[in-house]
């Protein structure tokens, strides 16, 4: 016996806002999820994923058009899944991104929060990422539909969501910067004239795999290509992007000839310029080397920082763990109101950075350390560097593992500081450290206009 097909879904009116920049609409009694819509649109949906309890799809046709909408900026809306929320006005795009932290932490974690705080916009709402990664790819991609719309030609650009080996080609990206914008165009250009060839994904074959381009507020510009090797053609593309675009102050490349597009285990060779960016978050100076992580937003994040720092009560007795810390950035913002600050990171460059960061400053209270959370923060080092009144935590995406979350409520800090980027995995972390804290105040910051991520701020008080 056949599947049985699932007809295009005819004339259903989107009813809200949902996760994951998704719209709800409803058919036969089930949920469907489907971007690019808004709450009032009536539109035909073809089903893309169909589960027991909801269906996941994609609009193809409009009846009418929400009045909540606005004019998307950019060309590539809809297809691109990097701004999925570019048809929402602003403040719109804020409340929906406050009211999301309240459900996911009401659904997930079923925590009662004492203080809810307004959500902080952010200023500039376009141009405000200090970092991008393009891909290359042999095969272009210019809808979302069907196979038949793969282009023959290579593209540089970004994944189409959920399409490893696709890519889209992007004439101009409106979160970065204009600079950003001309070295992807440039490229483009040059290796398409000079057929420096695109990577193959399937077969391993080809050049040019990845470019990552970072600004600083400093106005310097990094440019780090990821290649399979460095060719006559390769060489003589950066020399020319170098001649082009003289604002480039560090040209870096990396050889990467595995399997995978991580570069995080590979040498990075600086080609021109100088090895670090040179930037600043509020009074402070940081240096960030190609592969550490560093804020994305660097404009709204002095405020995500001073309404961190508003929440807590930090004070000059003050013995502070910053978790997840990357280079430093949090841990050296609050090392001038307390003691001491440990901080811990995954990453040996990062660490490098935040104890040249602690220098250039010249803060000296606080040690860092390398190591994966769960094996690095232990009670021994408690033991060693003192026992944290307050512990700051900045996990990535998946949240925090089991046994950190555990060892928190052994060490039993009296604040604890969580900052997410993703309430969710948030939410469940809560509902683990509820046991003994009370979540006393929440406040989202948006860092990222636009799109649908959320960063949100708690404060916990032990109980
Ligand atoms: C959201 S970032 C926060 C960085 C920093 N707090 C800041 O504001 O710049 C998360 C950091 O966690 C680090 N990380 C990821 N997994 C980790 C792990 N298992 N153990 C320790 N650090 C980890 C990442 O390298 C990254 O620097």
């Not at 950003?180 to 000079?194: C, D, F, Q, R």
């Amino acid at each position: 016996m056949g599947r049985k097909r699932i007809p295009e879904i005819k004339e259903v009116k989107i009813e809200k806002f949902a996760a994951e920049g998704k719209c709800i609409a409803r058919f036969e009694g089930k949920v469907i999820f489907v971007p690019y819509t808004a709450p009032g649109d009536v539109v035909d949906i073809r089903v893309v994923k169909k589960k027991k309890s909801y269906i996941e799809g994609r609009v193809t046709h409009f009846h009418q058009k929400s009045d909540q909408r606005q004019l998307a900026a950019c060309e590539h809306f809809g297809v691109c899944g990097g701004c999925k929320w570019q048809h929402i006005p602003y403040n719109l795009q804020l409340k929906q991104k406050q009211n999301q932290v309240e459900e996911q932490f009401e659904k997930i974690g079923r925590i009662k929060v004492e203080e809810q705080l307004p959500i902080i916009g952010a200023k500039d709402q376009f141009s405000y990422r200090n970092k991008v990664e393009f891909s290359f790819s042999h095969l272009g991609w210019i809808e979302d539909t069907s196979d038949e719309s793969i282009l023959k030609e290579p593209a540089v650009g970004f994944h189409v969501p959920g399409r490893f080996d696709k890519v889209l080609q992007i004439k101009k990206c409106h979160l970065v910067s204009d600079e950003i914008n001309a070295v992807l165009n440039l490229t483009e250009a040059y290796s398409k004239k000079h057929k420096i060839p695109y990577y193959k994904i399937r077969d391993h074959e080809g050049v040019l795999r990845n470019m990552i381009v970072r600004t600083s507020s400093n106005n310097e510009v990094m440019v780090i290509f990821s290649i399979t090797e460095l060719t006559v053609e390769m060489k003589s593309m950066l020399d020319y992007l170098l001649e082009q675009c003289t604002f480039i102050s560090s040209m870096n490349y990396v050889i990467n000839t595995k399997k995978n597009d991580t570069i995080f285990d590979l040498e990075v060779v600086n080609y021109y310029g100088t090895e670090v960016l040179n930037d600043k978050i509020g009074p402070l100076a940081y240096t960030v080397r190609p592969k550490s992580f560093f804020q994305t937003n660097r404009r709204q994040v002095q405020n995500l920082y001073e309404a961190a720092m508003q929440m807590a009560s930090f004070k000059s007795t003050d013995i502070v763990y910053d978790l997840y810390t990357g280079t430093g950035s949090i841990a050296l913002y609050m090392a001038r109101q307390v003691n001491k600050v440990v901080g811990i990171e995954i990453l040996p460059q990062a660490i490098e950075d935040a104890k040249e960061n602690a220098a250039i400053n010249g803060i000296n209270n606080c040690l860092f350390f390398v190591g994966d959370m769960k094996k690095a923060f232990t009670q021994e080092l408690i033991n060693e560097h003192g026992k944290p009144n307050l512990i700051i935590t900045d996990p990535p995406r998946n949240g925090m593992d089991k046994e950190v979350v555990e060892l928190i409520m052994h060490v039993k800090p009296a604040q604890v500081l969580y900052i997410s980027c993703n309430p969710a995995t948030q939410a469940r972390d809560l509902e683990r450290l509820s046991e003994q804290y009370t979540v006393e105040k929440s406040q989202a910051v948006d860092m990222f206009p636009n799109t649908h991520h959320i960063e949100n701020i708690v404060l916990l008080a032990l109980k």
